[in-house]
């Protein structure tokens, strides 16, 4: 039996009277005021709880590339249409800059090319979208680690956000993951896609690859990465731009 599906069995089983005993393990870890009480629902907040509880650092699956599908599609925005990123663009982001800014020791800025350098990883993963489509795609990028390590987390930073540089509705796209999902070796700013360049449909000239969770969570366009003490400080207090605006679950771990 798959870890998955170990960990699906699990949530529902908690569902049909594990609760109480689940619920005074995670009381050991926490409390839900502590943790997101005012930005998860209870039952977000209880997956969230016991996906931490069972295994913060589990790998998602990786595929082999004859699983790569031959067409890999785009979705939500698909071109930032602000000037500043028409110009990027225009000169194959040569001029773009990635801001790391907020609860770091030193707020820091990375070209491209200096991503670029960093060490890399490549993994050829499956990407879930909650509008019932699924897609395996090859990511080269560096680990989110290595670009939160340079700029430093100060002690009180819990949450890192991604701005990003398409206007959606009222405001850009943003999202947001905690720490343990910002430090997993699978999360990397990918700047590749199967073999080649990150295409702008598919969010260059950085996008987030945060692998156990939902496509809405894979930021594209990003600008600018913010290490924020508490959710309240983004948005309308959720976390994301779906969650703020549509009521999308902030953890969307599968
Ligand atoms: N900046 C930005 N990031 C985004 C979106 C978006 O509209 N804007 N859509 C999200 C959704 S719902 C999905 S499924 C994936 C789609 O990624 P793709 O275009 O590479 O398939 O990007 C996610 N990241
Ligand atoms: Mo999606």
């Not at 409390?31 to 039952?43: I, P, Q, R, T, V």
């Amino acid at each position: 039996m798959s870890r998955l599906i170990t960990r699906r069995k699990l949530i529902s089983s908690i569902g049909a009277g594990g609760a109480g005993v689940m619920l005074s393990g995670c009381d050991q870890l926490g409390s839900s005021e502590a943790f997101g009480e005012k930005f998860l629902s209870y039952g977000n907040w209880l997956s969230y709880r016991v996906h931490r509880l069972i295994g913060a650092s589990s790998m998602a699956r990786e595929y082999s590339p004859s699983e790569m599908s031959p067409n890999f599609r785009t979705n939500g925005s698909t071109e930032p249409l602000s000037g500043e990123y028409q110009q990027f663009a225009a000169n194959s982001f040569s001029d773009w800059q990635l801001k790391v800014d907020g609860r770091v020791r030193a707020h820091r800025s990375f070209s491209l090319a200096e991503l670029q350098a960093m060490p890399a990883r490549s993994q050829i993963t499956r990407h879930d979208c909650v509008e019932g489509w699924s897609a395996i795609g090859k990511w080269t990028g560096v680990p989110l680690s290595k670009v939160l390590d340079e700029a430093g987390l100060l002690p009180d930073a819990r949450f890192i956000v991604f701005h990003c540089a398409d206007n959606i509705g009222l405001s850009t796209y943003y999202e947001s993951i905690d720490l343990v999902d910002a430090f997993h070796p699978q999360t990397i700013l990918a700047y590749g896609m199967n073999d080649a360049a990150l295409p702008v449909g598919h969010g260059a000239p950085i996008r987030l690859r945060v692998e156990r969770q939902l496509g809405y969570k894979q930021a594209k366009f990003i600008m600018r990465i913010e290490a924020v003490a508490s959710l309240s400080e983004v948005g309308l207090g959720k976390g994301g731009y779906w969650e703020d605006s549509a009521g999308y679950d902030w953890y969307a771990g599968i």
